[in-house]
């Protein structure tokens, strides 16, 4: 007998799986029906978008306003936040005197596009602002003490940090001195103490209002662009663009979009808002720099929410990864066809680079997790390890172990100092573990957020830092892994499967981090065709007794247990497999398939 969703308790990859929100409306009638009624018409459209909406928290009165997010409906009022004002008028004033300004931002993408909406942004004010991106491997994260003192050296007498400076107070200390007036646009944690900015704005700061700190979960690009509204506003009732019309703000979601997504920013409220719109304005090219990279990507189409972080935000980071930090926002920035075309060629080549680097350090930080032993933390350091690379290859371990994870690469620096990169999972605040270590006198520096983290520490120290994350966070770990499950939102027959139930399901995006995509099961089925390709791929052609067959793949999984059944186990087994239903356009006509996330025996 078939076993339906609701059963399963432990699939290929040891997770439960329940219906997503206790809702069964749809995968009940698809699982319970006889092959030629699953997903029948009437269920594709409004219907199934709502349930979508409904089932991912979403009361029924607000249906419509989440079925089509946008800014006139989620955006606040930039002045809800500590500091927001200030910092306008201080740009303003920069603006309308003509002083240099400064844009320091951090070498990933929420800091590329962050300085470059920024620089976009004051140049349609009629501002010629500069940007500073620090090399990841001399300077390290955050603004630069010395750095930030040579630009007011130059002129700039003024600067902004974004994605950064949230807890710079000694390199803010010395440009105070200097004279150097730093605004910091930040959305990391920060500690009951400010660092002395001239004006500081993080939805994340402790003394934030109720209404500021729901906004906490919008990446630093999100941010950069309420500062531009903000100070647009505050020109206004200068009468500033009396003599012309004001900045058109709408045309820089496309960096909102991009650095949002890239980010892993949960894509909820504003942030999903930002998102929708920006993919619309990314589909009219209007971004030099990015119609480029779009190019150099070779996508063909307009880019989805998935391309910003798998095909384009890889693009931009691996600049600050393993190459020229400074290449994003020159890409993101550049009016000239020619020379985008050319920084995208050179990030694409990049970006081939960093792929390789990051093999050959997952394999050694695997390596070292084979004889970590069982830890709340994987905290796993050696040497030769690229820093570039090293919170890819946490993210990737953190996958497989499912435990939060830090990867160290020795000898980072002139002092023989370690720097790491961490992910976390969700339930556990990694960010603030970090910072409670950094308090503790166990890092030299050390930030981040709920789900990811950086750190310099001492050689001597990783042993206790070991210790204090598995002391802290044990409880939150064991907490979060027994909640573990996989949630389904529909299940149907392999006929179900079609290009017409994908473009209905997107309906319902754009899909990320705190927005779940679709989940659908589709069972039972048997793999007529399982083989491993790629790097560490598993492709797979499946039937069900419907007659009906589709393609499936299972990225990164060869190696794994769900992976490895599916390999050497499938022969006279049925199976349910889950996952995102995608659309393959390879062929001379659009067809379904399955990216696989895990898979159950039916029988």
Not at 2 to 23: F, K, Y
Not at 54 to 83: K, N, V
Not at 368 to 383: E, I, N, P, T
């Amino acid at each position: 007998m078939t076993r339906p969703i609701t059963s399963i308790d432990q699939s290929l990859s040891g997770l439960a799986w329940r219906w997503r929100g206790g809702n069964m409306d749809f995968g009940a009638q698809a699982a319970d029906a006889a092959p030629d009624q699953q997903m029948p018409d009437q269920h594709l459209g409004d219907d199934l978008v709502d349930q979508l909406l409904l089932s991912r928290g979403i009361d029924r009165a607000e249906l419509d306003r989440h079925r089509r997010p946008t800014l006139r409906e989620f955006l606040p009022d930039p002045s809800i936040f500590r500091d927001m004002d200030k910092a306008a008028a201080r740009l303003a004033d920069a603006i309308t005197a003509g002083e240099a300004i400064a844009v320091y931002g951090d070498y990933d993408v929420d800091g590329a596009t962050s300085a470059a909406l920024l620089i976009r942004f004051l140049r349609l004010c009629g501002s010629d602002a500069r940007a500073y991106i620090p090399d990841r491997l001399l300077e390290g994260y955050g603004p630069s003490g010395a750095a930030l003192v040579r630009l007011g050296a130059e002129g700039a007498r003024l600067v902004v940090t974004v994605d950064c400076g949230a807890m710079a107070h000694e390199a803010l200390a010395m440009a105070a001195d200097a004279g150097v007036e730093v605004i910091v646009v930040d959305h990391h944690k920060c500690s009951a103490e400010l660092p002395p900015a001239l004006a500081l704005v993080n939805p994340n700061r402790l003394d934030e209002s109720d209404e500021a700190a729901a906004h906490g979960h919008l990446a630093a690009v999100g941010m950069a662009f309420l500062l531009a509204i903000a100070t647009a506003r505050d020109l206004r009732a200068r009468g500033y663009f009396a003599g012309g019309p004001p900045p058109d703000l709408m045309g820089l979601l496309d960096l909102v979009a991009l650095g949002t997504v890239a980010d892993v920013a949960q894509l909820r409220g504003l942030n999903r808002a930002m998102v929708a719109q920006g993919l619309k304005v990314m589909a009219r090219r209007e971004n030099t720099g990015l119609a480029a990279l779009i190019d150099a990507s070779r996508l063909g189409r307009s880019p989805s929410c998935s391309d910003l972080g798998f095909a384009l935000g890889p693009r931009i980071n691996a600049a600050g990864r393993i190459g020229d930090s400074g290449l994003g926002v020159r890409l993101l920035t550049t009016p000239d066809a020619d020379e985008a075309m050319d920084i995208a060629a050179r990030l694409s080549q990049l970006n081939d680079e960093r792929r390789a680097i990051e093999q050959a350090v997952q394999e050694a930080a695997e390596t070292a997790l084979a004889q970590a032993g069982d830890r709340a933390v994987h905290v796993l350091a050696g040497s030769g390890w690229h820093p570039g690379v090293i919170g890819i290859v946490a993210g990737r371990i953190k996958e497989k172990s499912g435990r939060p994870t830090l990867i160290i690469a020795l000898d980072a620096d002139e002092a023989g100092n370690g720097k790491g990169s961490g992910r976390s999972i969700a339930g556990v605040d990694l960010g603030a573990a970090v910072i409670a270590a950094r308090a503790a006198g166990l890092l030299i520096a050390g930030g981040g957020h709920a789900m990811a983290c950086g750190l310099t520490v001492a050689p001597g120290q990783i042993g206790a830092l070991q210790a204090f994350l598995d002391e802290r966070l044990a409880r939150d770990v064991a907490r979060a892994r027994a909640a573990q499950t996989l949630l389904i939102d529909l299940s149907l027959a392999p006929r179900g499967l079609t290009p017409d139930l994908v473009n209905t399901l997107e309906m319902a995006g754009p899909f990320g981090i705190g927005w779940p995509g679709p989940r659908v099961a589709i069972g039972p089925v048997r793999l007529v065709k399982c083989e491993p390709v790629g790097q560490d791929h598993v492709r797979m052609v499946a039937t069900g007794n419907d007659g009906a067959s589709f393609k499936a793949i299972a990225f990164r999984a060869a190696t794994t247990p769900l992976g490895q059944a599916l390999l050497h186990g499938h022969k006279g087994r049925r199976f349910w497999l889950t996952g995102r239903a995608r659309i393959d356009d390879w062929g001379s006509r659009p067809a379904a398939e399955l990216h696989v996330d895990d898979a159950a025996f039916a029988d």
